[in-house]
């Protein structure tokens, strides 16, 4: 019981870690990618309140700012901390579930 406390703290700080540096990363690869394909960020995000986003189109982002800066950190950063985040849910999702099932 011990270690599945131990493991859910360790990943819900990766979580911590991981959203931040996608928000900031994205922020980032938006800013660099509206410059020069405008329409590709307009027409991803078109309410700010219930933004409509297709998930693939983090990665329309990262190839766009590939093709246009040669410094992968930032495309790769985003990448990491994208999957980082959808994995991290699902596995904190489930051992919740695990460890409310082992208190019974």
Known sequence: MKSLN???SLVEILLYVAL????AS???LISVVKKRRYK???GAVT???FPNIDLSFFRKLQNEYLLMRKNKIPALANRVSFFTLIIGLFL???LVIVQELSRY
């Not at 931040?20 to 928000?23: C, D, E, I, T």
């Open 40 to 42: 590709l960020v307009k």
């Open 47 to 49: 309410n700010p309140l």
């Open 92 to 94: 904190l999702f489930f």
């Open 26 to 28: 994205t922020l980032y």
């Open 6 to 8: 131990w493991i859910i």
């Open 20 to 23: 931040p540096v996608f928000a």
